[in-house]
């Protein structure tokens, strides 16, 4: 089985996200970038069907050359080889431009499965699988908890949760699953396998080299233009309410959201 892992490079969580001067984008100087902890997902699920099929893992991302570090932890995890878009015209694009992108690096890859996180938690738009499926013509199985497949690895049941109910769905490869939180625990690269990473293939290519003209690539091709970002407005600190006794705390309680937050 050939599988195919899509990966996109985020701003730590933990991260302090400031926005530039101009109001386009964030300022990216001291960020700690991490894989999108969906797409660990998809390592994930990727590695453990190697493990009962075998085949290949082949992780796919695109960006600047730092982007390298995130396919490098994946490589580590167990995946078994790279491929990374690094052209500056492929970058800033939204989730359509992203998509055009890895559609021309799968479509030179022997492919089985591809997996996606169901959204990365930097832009939160959660449209690329969808339209990456699109593109290559496969069917796409979004929000999925748990997968099922035969004992030859040919079909799957894949398992999605609906409005207080789980929804499944029985499918054939090729396919493309976006992934859940639920899905798996997704493992710790192990010392050695973050020394055998460094020795396992990580092709560079550029947009020529996968067919995608710059026009449908980064913001060139996007579809969604940022016209401005803006910080939430900040929030009045907490008040504690003081008094001696409960009785007399829950009437300061009700006088200030009465008076100050005109709720009741």
Request: net charge negative; with cysteine; glycine share 10%.
């Amino acid at each position: 089985m050939d599988i195919i892992v899509c990966v996109k490079q985020v701003p730590d969580t933990e991260t302090q996200i400031k926005i530039n001067s101009d109001g386009t984008g964030i300022v990216t100087d001291d960020i700690k970038w991490v894989m999108n902890p969906y797409d660990e997902f998809g390592v994930e699920e990727a590695l453990r069907l190697k493990e009962k099929f075998g085949g290949t893992v082949t992780v796919v991302s695109a960006g600047t050359k730092k982007v390298t570090e995130t396919i490098r932890t994946a490589l580590a995890m167990g995946a078994d080889k790279g491929v990374m878009v690094a052209d500056d015209a492929a970058l800033n694009g939204d989730g359509y431009a992203t998509a055009k992108v890895l559609a021309g690096v799968i479509k030179g890859l022997p492919c089985d499965l591809i997996f996606c996180g169901q959204r990365a938690v930097d832009d939160d738009c959660g449209v690329v699988g969808a339209t990456l499926a699109e593109l290559l013509g496969v069917p796409n199985v979004s929000l999925v908890t748990k997968l099922e497949f035969d004992d030859g690895g040919s079909s799957f049941t894949a398992s999605r949760p609906v409005e207080g109910a789980t929804l499944r769905i029985q499918g054939a490869l090729p396919a493309l699953i976006t992934c859940q939180k639920g899905l798996n625990e997704p493992r710790y690269a192990s010392l050695p396998g973050i020394m055998k990473a460094k020795k396992k293939p990580l092709d560079e290519k550029s947009l020529a080299d996968i067919g995608v003209d710059a026009s449908e690539a980064g913001s060139a091709g996007s579809k969604i233009k940022i016209v401005k970002m803006t910080p939430p407005p900040e929030r009045k600190p907490g008040q504690i309410i003081q008094g001696e006794t409960p009785e007399e705390k829950a009437a300061t309680l009700v006088k200030l959201l009465h008076e100050e937050a005109k709720v009741v």
